[in-house]
Structures are given as C-alpha cells and as structure tokens.
C-alpha cells in the first residue's frame, strides 16, 4: 500500500540555519503531496502542496518540491526562525481518493 | 466561519465507558474523516465519510463507529473505552478532491 517516510527527528537548529527535512514516499499511480505543520497544542495546518511531478510548493518561505524520479518531497527552508518550531508531517493522497497517508512526522526544535 | 470543531478538549475516561467525540463544520465540506495520533506513528485514519448517509472504515476502525446523518456533524463512538485508545483524536474535512482542514484535537486518556 502507500506509505510515506520522513526523517526522524527531533532536528535541532540555531535560528538562522539552513533546515532540510527528508520525506520519500511509496505510492501507485500519482499522488498529490503534502506537509503539514502542527504548533504545540494545536491541530494540523497545511504548510504547502503540490500535485504533480516537478510542481513546487511553497508558503513562508518553505519550499518543497515533487520529485517522481526519486519519489521525494523534502522540505527546505533557507533561514528558520524560533517560532517554526513544530511537527512537520509529509502525506500523500492518492488520484480520485481523499485519504491522506501520513509520514511519522518531525519535530523542530530552533533556538535563539 | 468558525472552521472544523471538536468537543471535549480533553477527557479521561475509565476502562469500558462510552462515549462520544464531536466533531463540527461550517463550510459544507462533503468528506469528513477522523483520525488518532499516537507518538512516532504519525496520524491513521479511523473512518471516514463522503456524504451524509455514507461512512466506512480507514486503516484502524476497531473499538470505534461513526455516523453522518447531517453534512455538518460527524461524531466518533467508543463503545467500550480500552487504555489502547488512549490518544489524541483529529477530525478534518474538505471539498472532495481539495486540501483537508484539521480540528484543534481531543485528547483522550483511559485509565
């Protein structure tokens, strides 16, 4: 079946620091990808999207893009911030169905 | 709007209550789905809904039932609360085929 695999974490960083966070997927046919984002104590926002190969999903100054030939979506950001500090999921969903297959997810933890 | 919510923010229950985890919309979202988080599992989906009147299970039903009698509300039954679900419970919902908008999240512990 589909399944998504995200770096374990936690990853921890100075604030200004390069953050790269893995996620690879297995899945057939062709999914639309994901990473949510989960603040402490609260539910999950969509941090960005993408829905087909080689699309770039981007959103406050997160960046991830579709990559089919190596099946994997990592996510990047090029200067983190003290208030990124959250869970980040990787998820799947797969062409006509609108179950979300989530990666185990992975926590950041930045520092002043 | 106030988006997807969800009644209790917390609650304890013993081994072998019932009860029942509310989950709200207000956008008119034909699919609603509940799911747990455990740690280092990530979220799995428990059931889901399309419409009202159409349920089915997702990826680890057992111990919980749901029903959609309207295309507003979605509420998640523990029969007989067991200390494996123990967990925090997301509801979300979305327009078929578009992203999916989460709940703030019960957290449930049984003793």
């Known amino acids: 079946g589909d399944s998504v695999t995200q770096m374990e974490g936690p990853v921890t960083l100075s604030e200004e620091a390069f953050l790269t966070i893995n996620c690879t997927y297995t899945?057939?046919?062709?999914?639309?990808l994901f990473w949510y984002v989960q603040y402490p104590g609260e539910g999950l926002q969509l941090l960005l999207k993408?829905?087909?190969?080689?699309d770039k999903g981007s959103n406050k100054g997160f960046e991830a893009t579709y990559r089919k030939e190596t099946t994997s979506f990592h996510l990047e950001k090029g200067s983190v911030q003290v208030s990124d500090s959250a869970v980040y999921f990787c998820?799947?969903?797969?062409?006509?169905?609108?179950?979300?297959?989530f990666g185990t997810g992975t926590r950041l933890l930045v520092s002043p | 709007n106030a988006g997807v919510t969800q009644t209790p923010k917390f609650q304890v229950l013993k081994t072998g209550q019932s009860m029942t985890l509310q989950c709200a919309q207000d956008?008119?979202?034909?699919?609603m789905s509940w799911y747990r988080q455990d740690p280092g599992m990530g979220l799995r989906l428990i059931h889901y809904?399309?419409?009202?009147?159409?349920?089915d299970q997702g990826e680890v039903p057992n111990g919980y039932n749901v029903s959609r009698s309207t295309t507003e509300d979605f509420p998640l039954r523990l029969l007989s609360a067991a200390p494996s679900q123990t967990s925090v419970y997301f509801c979300?919902?979305?327009?078929?085929?578009?992203?999916?908008?989460f709940g703030p999240g019960t957290r449930l512990t049984v003793l």
């Open positions: 956008m008119n979202h034909e699919y």
């Open positions: 979300a919902s979305s327009r078929l085929g578009d992203e999916q908008f």
């Open positions: 993408a829905t087909k190969a080689d």
């Open positions: 998820a799947l969903m797969n062409t006509g169905f609108q179950k979300l297959v």
């Open positions: 809904s399309v419409g009202a009147g159409i349920t």
């Open positions: 899945a057939t046919g062709y999914p639309s």
